[in-house]
């Protein structure tokens, strides 16, 4: 039976503490210069329907480093740029490649091509998720805690795509989340709801320093979203003040540490002392990506 991974919740705590260990292991074995080729012969199909670096470039290196083959294809160069329907897509595909990724605009568009596809689909972002973010940013914060279980998260900004993913994982981890952003940018009530029938912690504030006091982790993503340009100068008015500077982290857990998935805009979200400084690990979260979804390509490709 073929496994899918459009939300973070399409696994279970325990496939998610095994894909974790297989990333550890994959980076020390990639740290050694170990080759661990586990999917010979298997080629997974990207379909961009943004623009991308870390999704890019750790989905075709990590395939190559396991022996397999990873295809770009905008979709502007595919048919469906052009009408063609995705469930025709889908079928097509299933009977060429061994896997899916997809980066695109709508979350009903990976599901629908899901739904027809008889090979494994990946979300790379869609405009509700982001589980492939959620799993890097996890192996690094089990990277500095060694734990995940009642680690505090502060969230501050918009309750954007990886705000939803990291509520949604407080189901697998034990983590508690704390999401302070302006009612209008709140994460939606679905999401919340789901996190916490699941027995998930999550709370939603206002006040930025709520979120960020006593955290272990403080995390944020850019205001401006690609799909909310037009809305640019409003959302920088309305996210004054939740920008992360020192006298915020200051607020934070003597250990704690910062991270953003990329791409920064210093200044606005963060400034530049904390993202440079010595609590940021945005780039170690960054390389968390290739370890984390090589060993998801493993989980759902190999034979």
Request: charged residues 25%; contains cysteine.
């Amino acid at each position: 039976m073929k496994r899918d991974l459009i939300s973070i919740l399409d696994i279970t705590a325990g496939e998610l503490d095994q894909l974790l260990a297989t990333a550890a292991r994959m980076k020390e074995m990639r740290r050694k210069g170990q080759p661990h080729r586990c999917l010979p012969g298997k080629t997974l199909a990207m379909i961009f329907e943004k623009s991308s670096t870390r999704t890019r470039i750790s989905f075709e290196v990590g395939m190559a480093e396991l022996g397999g083959t990873a295809l770009f294809l905008s979709v502007h160069d595919l048919q469906i740029g052009r009408g063609e329907e995705i469930r025709d897509t889908a079928r097509v595909a299933s009977r060429y490649v061994s896997g899916v990724m997809i980066r695109a605009y709508r979350h009903s568009t990976i599901e629908e091509f899901a739904r027809y596809a008889t090979i494994p689909v990946i979300n790379g972002l869609s405009d509700l998720e982001h589980p492939c973010q959620i799993l890097a940013d996890i192996m690094t914060i089990k990277e500095n805690f060694q734990k995940t279980e009642g680690i505090r998260v502060g969230w501050v900004g918009d309750g954007d795509n990886v705000c939803n993913s990291l509520i949604l994982s407080s189901v697998l981890t034990g983590m508690e989340v704390t999401v302070a952003t302006p009612p209008r940018f709140q994460p939606p009530e679905e999401i919340l709801r789901r996190a916490r029938a699941g027995g998930g912690r999550v709370r939603v504030v206002s006040d930025p320093r709520e979120a960020v006091r006593d955290a272990h982790v403080v995390v944020t993503d850019t205001w401006v979203s690609m799909g909310t340009e037009e809305e640019r100068d409003a959302r920088l008015r309305a996210f004054s003040g939740y920008t992360i500077n020192a006298d915020m982290m200051d607020l934070a857990a003597p250990d704690a540490i910062f991270m953003h998935c990329l791409p920064a805009h210093r200044g606005q979200e963060v400034t530049d002392d904390v993202i440079e400084g010595p609590r940021s690990v945005v780039f170690d979260e960054a390389e968390n990506r290739l370890h984390a979804q090589k060993a998801l390509l493993a989980f759902l490709m190999q034979d």
